[in-house]
């Protein structure tokens, strides 16, 4: 008799789950014009909503993903499944306080603490992760580019966390009061080295062994996929490094040497999706799913994001258009990324979870029959346009029009959180709405 | 013990067109996931592979090709042999499976 090993992680789908509520509360403070561009980008709204999309969304949905994911590309499990839940209760509560904290801000002094306290617990819940998933991929060595990048990610997670604690600290510890005018100039480095060494270097890793496997694509990435992520972490590296360093030296090789990591990103970033380009042309399979067709509007908001960086930073007006090259990050390339492939990854797990023991044992239905891809379609679709719409508004100077373009991000978040419910229900597979009876129908195919 | 009539390896392979990989949707038989099958005295050796190494529908798979396996009258065991070379590639489904996904040959 075969025994069912414990293949699937536990607490990845609970992880998707948090991570789609704390997008729709940023999307609803965001639409409640408590944050920019109705506020100032330092606001208390604007800070928590920030806080509330790569910490409670990209972090946790990152994660979830990971604990599933580094056991595939290692072929090892997580060191603890009982950590996987620690980790998500420690950034879940830390989370809390910090949008608490940030709120509070000017207006319930007493409650100051609770920035250092939240950033201290998403900090725990951080390392507890990082262990958990190095444990399997220290031991999985020498690793496939997939995992390397996933490691690579990990180091810029753990520098993204440290500096976003030091400033919780400057900003609460009274005797830390006087760095925190300096710290401030290091923010960018912050969301450099989360937004881009943790959230684009792991997502481009995960996606370089997803889309392949998916679409029946050749696998390795050769030269091309080297560069990438050699380009890719020594350029956010040099760029976080000099950038930070910047921060207390004043010094003209800093400059050049920030400067070079920039392009250094840029290359990789051109390099990889030329690359993801190569894996959709090259695939064995003719007719892709959903994911992966939607997939496709975040790739493409990866390459505008990295245009406008690029032609900001030919102009010297960087600074001034980071909030809109952060947007298109957050919400076009990872938000869309992240969106996109939860409509494979939930009806993947739920297969697993709900029907896999019947293999074998009677009728049991295909992961394509938990979904309706025609229904996404339309969702995914809102999803790009409400954020280029938004992108257009605030590039041409219009932000009070990045509003209505979020309510348009909101509706389809919406409408696809109903898809992956109705997908976890078994909705589609069963035909109706009580989801305990047994499948009712063979779906096997034939040759 | 001895096998019944019915119990050949064509039959056996009939049967295991009921265990599907979830992911991609179809059945093991016509992916080129069987690499052998042999039935000798009622047991069922089965050596086959997977899509992808670690993929976490393995253990569902094996589970589906044992339970299959040992449903058929006369079959005492069912052994299953994981290998990973030669490593999976589509070109090992059958004409009928790469219609189904498009893929030219």
Not at chain 1, 242 to 263: C, I, K
Not at chain 2, 1 to 14: G, H, I, K
Request: charged share 10%; hydrophobic share 55%.
């Amino acid at each position: 008799m075969v025994t069912l090993a414990n293949r699937v992680s536990r607490w990845t789908l609970p992880a998707f789950a948090l991570a789609l509520v704390n997008f729709l509360l940023a999307e609803a403070l965001i639409l409640a014009g408590l944050t920019w561009p109705a506020r100032s980008v330092s606001a208390p709204g604007t800070l928590a909503a920030v806080h509330l999309l790569v910490i409670g969304w990209l972090l946790l949905l990152m994660l979830g993903a990971l604990f599933q994911f580094v056991p595939v590309i290692t072929a090892r499990a997580l060191a603890s499944q009982r950590l996987a839940l620690l980790t998500l209760l420690a950034i879940e509560a830390g989370l809390a306080a910090m949008v608490g904290g940030f709120l509070a801000i000017g207006r319930h002094p007493a409650l100051a603490l609770a920035l250092p306290a939240g950033g201290t617990a998403v900090l725990l819940g951080v390392l507890l992760a990082i262990f958990n998933l190095g444990v399997p991929l220290f031991g999985a060595r020498p690793l496939a580019l997939p995992g390397r990048m996933v490691l690579s990610g990990l180091a810029f997670l753990l520098v993204t966390v440290a500096l976003g604690l030091s400033f919780a600290l400057a900003f609460t510890v009274p005797p830390l009061a006087p760095y925190l005018a300096v710290l401030l100039y290091a923010v960018g480095d912050h969301a450099l080295a989360g937004l881009g060494g943790w959230f684009t270097l792991t997502a481009m890793g995960v996606s370089y062994k997803l889309l392949p496997m998916f679409m029946l694509a050749p696998e390795e990435r050769g030269v091309a996929g080297e560069c990438v992520h050699v380009l890719g972490a020594g350029g956010f590296a040099l760029a976080v490094g000099a950038g930070l360093a910047r921060v207390w030296v004043a010094a003209e090789a800093l400059r050049v040497a920030q400067d070079s990591g920039y392009m250094a990103i840029a290359i990789a970033v051109m390099i990889y999706l030329w690359d993801i380009v190569r894996i959709y042309r090259t695939r064995k399979r003719a007719l892709i799913e959903a994911h992966n067709r939607a997939a496709a509007g975040a790739f493409g908001f990866l390459g505008l994001a990295a245009a406008l960086a690029i032609g900001f930073a030919a102009t010297h007006r960087l600074g001034a258009g980071a909030p809109l090259i952060i947007f298109l990050v957050v919400f076009g390339w990872l938000g869309g990324l992240g969106l996109t492939q939860l409509y494979k990854i939930i009806p993947f797990l739920t297969w697993l979870t709900r029907y896999g023991s019947n293999l074998g044992r009677g009728a049991v239905p295909r992961v394509q029959d938990l979904v309706r891809e025609r229904r996404s379609y339309p969702w995914f679709a809102l999803y790009f346009l409400g954020v280029l719409l938004g992108a257009a508004c605030v590039l041409a100077g219009h932000a009070g029009g990045l509003r209505p373009s979020l309510a348009l991000v909101t509706l389809a978040t919406v409408g696809l959180l109903i898809e992956y419910w109705r997908a976890w229900r078994g909705h589609y597979a069963h035909g109706r709405r009580d989801a305990s009876a047994p499948p009712s129908f063979v779906s096997n195919q034939r040759g | 013990m001895s096998t019944p009539a019915a119990l050949n390896r064509e039959f056996v392979l009939d049967a295991l067109h009921e265990v599907i990989d979830p992911e991609l949707g179809y059945n093991i038989v016509d992916l080129g996931l069987i690499y052998g099958l042999d039935v000798d005295s009622g047991v069922i050796k089965v050596t086959m592979t997977m899509t992808t190494p670690g993929c976490p529908a393995q253990d569902y798979i094996l589970s589906g090709v044992y339970e299959r396996g040992i449903s058929l009258p006369g079959v005492r065991d069912v052994t299953i042999d994981v290998v990973w070379e030669p490593a999976w590639s589509p070109q090992k489904m059958t004409p009928l499976a790469k219609a189904h996904f498009g893929i030219q040959d």
